[in-house]
């Protein structure tokens, strides 16, 4: 069985940056493809950001040019690199998982496996 947990999020001033990691157990990422996604209080959970198994990257377009996905299947450790963020960034961020051996990656898949979520904060 797939397990994450994720780890970064915190408290941080707009324009501010937080580096989100997302570390897998129980079995090897490099045929998954990876998703972090993101609820905001009262709001739809919501596809943030994908990366297929080859690497090949999506976005929402509300964070392209700010955020970037990546991942370290020799550690088993996916990444969300959050740069000039804003305060509808916040919510709480989920990792998420499917077996996936094409080398694209879409946000709407049916992701199986989930994390817990760590809660990011933008505010002044």
């Known amino acids: 069985q797939l397990q994450f947990v994720e780890s970064g999020g915190g408290l941080v001033q707009p324009g501010g940056s937080l580096r989100l990691s997302c570390v897998a157990s129980?079995?090897?990422?490099?045929?998954?493809?990876i998703a972090w996604f993101r609820q905001a209080p009262g709001k739809e959970r919501e596809g943030v950001s994908c990366?297929?198994?080859?690497?090949?990257?999506d976005y929402v377009a509300s964070v392209k040019g700010r955020l970037t996905i990546s991942r370290d299947n020799a550690k088993n450790m996916v990444y969300l690199q959050m740069n000039s963020l804003k305060p509808e960034d916040t919510g709480i961020y989920y990792c998420?998982?499917?077996?996936?051996?094409?080398?694209?990656?879409?946000?709407?898949?049916?992701?199986?496996?989930w994390g817990q979520g760590t809660q990011v904060t933008v505010s002044s």
């Open positions: 990366i297929s198994s080859g690497g090949r990257t």
């Open positions: 129980g079995l090897t990422l490099d045929r998954y493809a």
């Open positions: 998420a998982a499917v077996p996936s051996p094409w080398t694209v990656c879409f946000m709407n898949w049916d992701y199986r496996y």
